[in-house]
Each structure stands twice: as C-alpha cells, then as structure tokens.
C-alpha cells in the first residue's frame, strides 16, 4: 500500500508542474527595400585609340649626297617652306654649268644654221644651184632647234637637282627622330626617311569598333543613314594615356568604307583641335562615346546577384514574399544599372543582404527611400 500511494504523489506533483511550450518560428528577417524609379542618364563606352596629326609627312631626299647641315632639332617646330637640311651641292651645281654650257654652244649653232640657210636660198632662187643644198641647211637648222630644246630640258633638270639639295618643310608641324646626321650619304633609295613631320594643329584619333559594336552604335544614335547620324552625334571625349581627360571635345567625322578581314572590326575617326600641341602622333588614349538613356529603369548595382551569367534581383512580391527575376541590363551609370526589363518602375527590390536569400522567403520590408535616392544620385 505504501508504494502505491508513493506512485500517486508522484504523478499528483509531476501533473501540477510547469507544462512544456512549443518552439515559435523565427521572426521573417528584416531587409532594406526600395522602389525602382526611372530618370535619364548618361552612359560611356571607351575604346583604344591612336593619334596622329592631320598631316603626317616623310621627309625624303629626291637626289644623293652627303648631308652638309641640318638646320633643325628633333621636336622643334616648323613653317612651311623652312630650310631643314642641306645636302652637298657642288656635283648639282657643276652639272649645272655643264647643261648652259651644251645650251649656250646649240644656240651657236643654231645661229649658224641660220647664217646656211640664208645664204643658200638666193642661190636657189636663181638657180645657182640645186635646192637639195638648201633643203640639207634647213634640216640642219631644224636639228639645232631641237638640240636648243633638249638642252633647256638639261637646264631645267639640273637646275630642279640642284634645287633639291636644299631640303625645306612641305608644311608646317614638328620634327620628329633625325635618323641622318651631318655628313651621312643620304639617297631616294634609302629605307629610313630622313624624318617625319606632323601638323598636329588639329589631330585625328582612331578607334575600332567591332562587328557587335558597329550594330549597336547604328541602331542606339538617330539618323536614316550613317551619314544622318554621323551629323547628328553627341561629341566624343579623349582619355589620355594617363587616365586624364583631354580638355576638348572631339567630333566623329568618318567611319571606314569595310570591315578589317583580319580583325573582324571596322575603323572610326574622330577629330579633335590641338591648339597647344598637347597632343602628338603616336600618342594613345581611349575615346569615349556617351549615349543619351530617356526614361531608363535605374537599379543599384549592390541590390543585383550574378548567376550563370545572368543578373537577378530579389523583387518584393505580395505577402512580403521575395521573387528571383532576371534583369536586362543595357547601360551602367556610376554605381547604378541601367535595366529595360525584367522589372518595372514601382517594383519594390531588395537592396542588399541577397547572398543567402532564397526564392519565396518572406521578409520585413524596410524601406531605405533616402538611401537609394542618394545612391541613384550618384
């Protein structure tokens, strides 16, 4: 009897005590959100670029000989029609004196054709003698007309030689490496230009677009044809090669005739003025287009998630459920994307904690409306 009545305390005690509660689901967790609104921007696209003056000109010498003087530096800056270099001119000049020589001895001779043909012609009108005297004179005197003519020719050649030797600016730019010195034979046959001379007034910058590229720049800027277009596009900016921006505008003013079969791209100029001669062939950079986006779907680049080589964002559906969407992304401006589809203006998306949220989770809104307009801002 004792131990039954022991049992029934125990179960009296164990009945009245504290029952156990059951486990309560977490609280959804709290997320920053914001709506997607829509604005204008402006995006950029950089492609490598070379420069190189309006003008660039090799110059070569057109006859041989030593090189007496050169009269310029490397980089100094000329007019059209400077003296730059000399060559030895005593050969041109001595072939000079030669040629009058020749021309001043047919003209003799011409005279004295004349003098045959003078005498004979009264002759023949008499009938002193036969005409076939006469008509060998004039043959004669037609032979030292020609002479006279070649031997101006000479004249005129050994004079243009000797013009050469003095070899001055075709137009007006800077010097570039003297690969000749003083004293070194120089000739129209040699591989290596004397120098190179650029106009770098106004510089012409050239870039590549590709078949992709080309497709895109036709159908993003307004215009029927390419020539429309050409003069209804935005001026293109120059970075330099040190990352600085170049403090004039350019204008894109031709566009190649054909695609490089090896390259598979298609060529683009753009002009640019160059008052101050910043600028010089050779020099690289990247030209930067800028297109115009109206009404652009404007998402926070910190709210996508790249998967599979898509972008998603995590929108806010209804019950606070969050919905993996892909996003179409056309642009970027600053820290923000530039979306034309997958959500919409109003959409509410959530603005950062993605890594680890799943589809259909539910979630406490908290709506960052400050945060996100500072960010779009930017």
């Known amino acids: 009897m004792k131990i039954i009545l022991i049992a029934i305390i125990a179960i009296s005690l164990f009945s009245c005590g504290p029952k156990a509660t059951a486990p309560q689901a977490p609280p959804p967790p ?16 950089e492609y490598p670029a070379s420069i190189e003056g309006t003008v660039n000109v090799e110059v070569r010498p057109q006859v041989s000989g030593a090189l007496d003087k050169v009269f310029v530096d490397e980089g100094a800056f000329v007019n059209a029609g400077q003296p730059i270099f000399k060559i030895n001119e005593q050969p041109y000049r001595a072939a000079l ?39 060998t004179a004039k043959a004669s005197y037609q032979v030292a007309k020609a002479n006279i003519e070649s031997a101006k020719a000479n004249v005129a050649t050994a004079q243009i030689n000797l013009g050469y030797t003095l070899i001055k600016a075709p137009v007006a730019g800077y010097i570039g490496r003297l690969l000749k010195k003083q004293g070194s034979l120089v000739s129209p046959q040699d591989v290596e230009a004397l120098t190179q001379l650029s106009d770098v007034h106004d510089v ?21 044809t390419l020539k429309d277009k050409l003069k ?24 190649d005739g054909q695609f490089d079969k090896t390259t598979g791209a298609i060529t683009v100029r753009a002009s640019f003025a160059n008052p101050n001669g910043l600028l010089r062939s050779g020099n690289t950079g990247k030209v930067r287009l800028s297109l115009q986006h109206l009404n652009a779907l404007i998402v926070p680049e910190s709210a996508t998630i790249e998967m599979q080589d898509k ?27 530039l979306v034309s589809d997958g959500v919409k ?3 509410q998306i959530v603005l950062s904690g993605i890594d680890h949220l799943q589809e259909g989770t539910i979630i406490a809104p908290q709506k960052q409306a400050d945060k996100v307009a500072a960010v779009v801002k930017n």
């Open 30 to 45: 709290a997320l920053p959100v914001a709506t997607v609104t829509s604005g204008s921007q402006t995006t950029y696209q």
């Open 97 to 135: 004196n030669n040629a009058l020589a020749t021309l001043h001895a047919t003209e003799a001779a011409l005279g004295t054709a004349q003098i045959e043909v003078d005498k004979l012609t009264p002759l023949v009108a008499n009938k002193v003698i036969s005409d076939y005297q006469l008509k």
């Open 204 to 224: 012409h910058v050239y870039f590549a677009l590709g078949e992709k590229d080309f497709v895109n720049f036709k159908e993003q800027y307004p215009g029927e």
């Open 232 to 255: 209804r596009l935005p001026s293109v900016g120059l970075l330099l090669a040190d990352g600085s921006e170049y403090a004039k505008q350019g204008k894109i003013d031709v566009i």
């Open 311 to 337: 972008t998603f964002v995590f929108a806010v559906a209804d019950s606070n459920k969050v919905k993996k969407v892909p996003i179409t992304i056309v642009g970027k401006s600053g820290n923000n994307y």
């Open 345 to 347: 203006a109003g959409d």
